[in-house]
């Protein structure tokens, strides 16, 4: 049975984090997740993470911006103001290019930042809930979920330790 | 880090019987090819005398020289900027497939002097601006906006630019090469710094020199007509390609089992620069566009004119389809980078896009004639439609690909298919972009 406690294990050196991770995970033991103050080369296959989603978010973006700036130009010159300007054709393709390009952008990136918040529950009054404060500096932190009657915590330290751990403690998640 | 295991080991290509024969067979090919399109070209347009014709004859010969003794000679020259701004970038990822730019360059050493050549001859037949009389005041050809450039458009100093360049881009081209085949020997860090002193030199001139470069060769076939962007715009054409061919090269030795130590990884990270710079090239290629649409100036749209109105309408929509539309919605996806089939066709898009490009800069303008200025037509040139894109063009572009292709290939076989003692070959080896 899975519960809300947590093993950490404190270490200042992305190699070790690595090799412990690879140990834990061959022996059977829930490894929740990896904190680290950079990424780390092959972690993210290591855990098993999923690919994001993101990219096709920003592909739909993307195209929201594109459409409601075709969309808008050509109302504008086409429909409901035609004006003639410099000789030009009122549907004037080339010049929809610039606006319609960072229309794009636009959406794009305001779209990834509120989608970022989102998926991370980042909104304003919450607490941020860090692991240990130290992960955002040089240390590199392993959490391993203990499940109940299967979980031998005193090997679980053991390993830790062996490993070059600075220090194993117990967590409580909310 | 336990990471699978990566055995650094030297590794040679050879060169199999099955490269020759396409590298042989492209090359006769095209020069069969080349010479039964130029016998069989016999142009019939209105107006124009029996002599005015045999010019045209002339005039389609060495524009299709020129094009692609361009188009080869700048892609091979990229190849070689590539591994220069790598290098002063302190790039990591890139190491293992280094020796695939540095063979590219190798073609330099004999697309140079094809170039020099050419231009001899291309220059009195294919620019206005070197024809006779035009920057005399005394002659019935003068045209007085030309002569007022003649203190830099002028046959002698166009020499000295052109040799000066070049054989400053081969000598570091061949420098690099050597650097880092000592490196596989010597091992240690005096070639890397070497080579990063020396890149740093090669970027900066690179940069400027480029530019009156692609103004020389290119823009002064046009000479009336001139574009600020032009030369990034060539920049953007000849990078892209280097890429395309890197990233060609490097599924093509992986799939012969060579070159273990390149992954995907770095296929993908080749491909990501192939959709980047594309993205890049259709920037440019729309930043010179709209303005001298926008402005709508006589002696600017001249350029346009002929291609977006005239018989080259077609290439001119179908090449951005080429190089922004194919790569753009078909390398956005991950696995479609990785993948060797799509890869394989993106490339050769990409390739035929950007050849086309070159193709395009050159023909309309270097087709047309030149006559002695009347009042219909003070300018003095008569426009030539589009001459169709007939067995002249594919021979000639088989010929230098052929060319291109042994020269590479042979460059390959000249050291190991990775700098085994580079600085950075284990990070390049454990190269990962995440999941």
């Known amino acids: 049975m899975q519960t809300n406690k947590y093993i950490l294990g ?51 973006f993307a195209m929201t911006g594109l459409t409601l700036a075709v969309t808008f130009q050509v109302y504008v010159s086409k429909i409901d103001w035609p004006m003639i300007i410099g000789g030009k054709p009122n549907l004037h393709i080339p010049t929809y290019i610039p606006i319609t390009f960072e229309l794009s952008i636009l959406f794009t990136a305001f779209g990834m930042v509120t989608c970022f918040f989102i998926v991370n529950r980042m909104f304003w009054g919450k607490n941020a809930d860090i692991i240990d404060p130290r992960v955002t500096d040089d240390l590199f932190v392993v959490s391993i979920q203990i499940q109940e009657n299967k979980t031998d915590i005193q090997a679980l330290n053991q390993i830790l330790v062996e490993n070059g751990a600075l220090e194993v403690r117990e967590r409580i998640k909310d | 880090m336990e990471h699978a295991e990566v055995h650094i080991k030297e590794e040679k290509f050879e060169i199999s019987s099955g490269n020759k024969k396409w590298a042989f067979g492209l090359m006769i090919v095209g020069f069969l090819l080349a010479v039964i399109g130029y016998f069989t070209y016999h142009p019939h347009i209105e107006g124009l005398n029996e002599h005015d014709l045999h010019h045209l004859t002339q005039k389609r010969l060495w524009s299709n020289l020129l ?6 000679f700048i892609v091979s020259i990229c190849a070689a900027a590539f591994i220069a701004i790598s290098q002063i970038a302190n790039a990591g990822w890139y190491v293992a497939i280094r020796r695939i730019p540095e ?86 860090m005096t070639n890397y710094t070497k080579t990063y002193a020396l890149s740093a030199t090669f970027t900066v001139i690179f940069g400027f020199t480029f530019s009156m470069f692609s103004w020389d060769q290119m823009m002064s076939i046009d000479a009336h007509w001139y574009s600020t962007i032009f030369s990034i715009y060539n920049f953007a054409t000849g990078w892209v390609s280097a890429l395309t061919i890197m990233y060609l090269f490097t599924h093509y030795l992986r799939s012969k089992g060579l070159l273990n130590i390149a992954t995907d990884e770095h296929q993908h990270d080749l491909g990501k620069f192939m959709f980047a710079f594309s993205v890049f090239w259709t920037y440019m290629f729309t930043a010179q566009f709209l303005l001298i649409w926008y402005a ?10 002929e291609r977006l109105f005239g018989s080259y309408q077609f290439l001119f929509f179908f090449i951005l389809v080429l190089n922004f539309c194919v790569p753009f ?27 086309l490009d070159v193709y395009l800069m050159v023909m309309p303008g270097s087709m047309n004639l030149a006559t002695l200025p009347t009042a219909e037509n003070p300018g003095g040139i008569i426009k030539v439609p589009f001459q169709g894109f007939g067995i002249m063009e594919i021979g000639f572009l088989c010929l230098f690909a052929g060319l291109f292709l042994w020269m590479t290939l042979k460059a390959l076989t000249k050291a190991n298919l990775y700098p085994t003692k580079h600085p950075y070959i284990m990070e390049s080896a454990l190269h990962d972009v995440g999941v």
């Open chain 2, 296 to 305: 709508n100036i006589p002696e600017e749209v001249a350029y346009y004119k």
């Open chain 2, 103 to 188: 063979a590219m360059s190798e073609y330099t050493l004999i697309g140079g002097p094809i170039l020099v050549i050419v231009s001899l001859f291309a220059l009195p037949i294919l620019y206005h601006w070197a024809h006779e009389g035009i920057m005399n005041p005394e002659s019935a050809n003068f045209d007085a906006i030309l002569a007022g450039k003649s203190w830099y458009l002028n046959v002698p100093f166009f020499y000295v630019r052109m040799v000066l360049f070049m054989s400053f881009w081969m000598f570091c081209a061949h420098m690099f090469r050597k650097y880092s085949r000592k490196e596989d020997l010597e091992g240690g």
């Open chain 1, 10 to 60: 404190v270490y200042d050196n992305p190699d070790k984090i690595y090799s412990t991770t690879k140990k834990l995970i061959n022996k059977g033991y829930k490894v929740d997740d990896v904190y680290s103050p950079f990424a780390i080369h092959g972690m993210d296959r290591l855990l098993g993470i999923k690919r994001s989603n993101l990219t096709v978010a920003a592909f739909l």
């Open chain 2, 329 to 355: 919605f078909i390398f956005m996806r991950r696995d479609w980078k990785r993948s060797r089939k799509v890869g394989y066709i993106v490339g050769a898009a990409l390739l035929l896009g950007h050849w």
């Open chain 2, 67 to 72: 094009v692609n003794g361009y188009f080869f």
